[in-house]
């Protein structure tokens, strides 16, 4: 079945630092593949998305590339504020679109000034 | 304002007190989900309904039940909470086009729900 691996947290960084979380996936065929960020006390919402391989998802400052020969979708910023502080998950959808999502366990990140 | 809305957002019940969390949307999207948090696990899928009338279990349904009466909502009934449901609880939606979603889910805020 699917799945997704992120890298374990949390995550501590000084301002302005370069950030990157690892998600690697296991999936039949071509999915979908996403970042959504959980800030506290509140439910997830999209990040951003790739839909095929060697897509760039992009969305305030973070950029996520579909590279389907390490099955990755590694998350970037290249400077982190205070206010970038949330849980992030990486997620994929069944193959061929859909809207089942099988998501990471979440990484905690924490910007410090 | 577009939204998905849970309630009650906190509860403290006992063992074997049926209980509901209330889900509704106003994006008037088919496709609908619960999915409940717990730490070092991430997102499972409990149940899932795809329009009106038409409800699927997700990957850890035992011990809950759902209905899609109306498009809007989307309850998740506890018939008998256990302490193994104590957990953070999710309602998503998404449209639905001729190929399934975009995987944009709407989430609402979470119901952190304990039992004792």
């Known amino acids: 079945g699917n799945s997704v691996t992120q890298m374990e947290g949390p995550v501590t960084l000084s301002e302005e630092a370069f950030l990157t979380i690892n998600c690697t996936y296991t999936?039949?065929?071509?999915?979908?593949l996403f970042w959504y960020v959980q800030y506290p006390g509140e439910g997830l919402q999209l990040l951003l998305k790739?839909?095929?391989?060697?897509d760039k998802g992009s969305n305030k400052g973070f950029e996520a590339t579909y590279r389907k020969e390490t099955t990755s979708f590694h998350l970037e910023k290249g400077s982190v504020q205070v206010s970038d502080s949330a849980v992030y998950f990486c997620?994929?959808?069944?193959?061929?679109?859909?809207?089942?999502?099988?998501f990471g366990t979440g990484t905690q990140l924490k910007v410090e000034l | 304002e577009a939204q998905v809305t849970q309630n009650p957002r906190y509860l403290i019940t006992v063992t074997g007190k049926k209980l509901t969390v209330t889900c509704s949307q106003n994006?008037?999207?088919?496709?609908m989900s619960w999915y409940r948090q717990d730490p070092g696990l991430g997102l499972r899928q409990i149940y899932y309904?795809?329009?009106?009338?038409?409800?699927d279990k997700g990957d850890v349904p035992e011990g809950y039940k759902v209905s899609r009466k109306e498009k809007r909502n989307f309850p998740l009934i506890l018939e008998s909470p256990s302490p193994n449901q104590t957990s953070l609880y999710f309602c998503?939606?998404?449209?639905?086009?001729?190929?399934?979603?975009?995987?944009?889910?709407?989430f609402g805020e979470g119901s952190r729900l304990t039992v004792l």
């Open positions: 998503a939606s998404s449209w639905t086009g001729p190929q399934g979603g975009t995987g944009e889910l709407f």
């Open positions: 997620a994929l959808s069944g193959t061929g679109g859909g809207n089942k999502l099988t």
């Open positions: 999936a039949t065929g071509y999915p979908s």
């Open positions: 790739a839909t095929k391989a060697d």
């Open positions: 309904s795809m329009n009106v009338e038409v409800t």
């Open positions: 994006m008037n999207h088919e496709y």
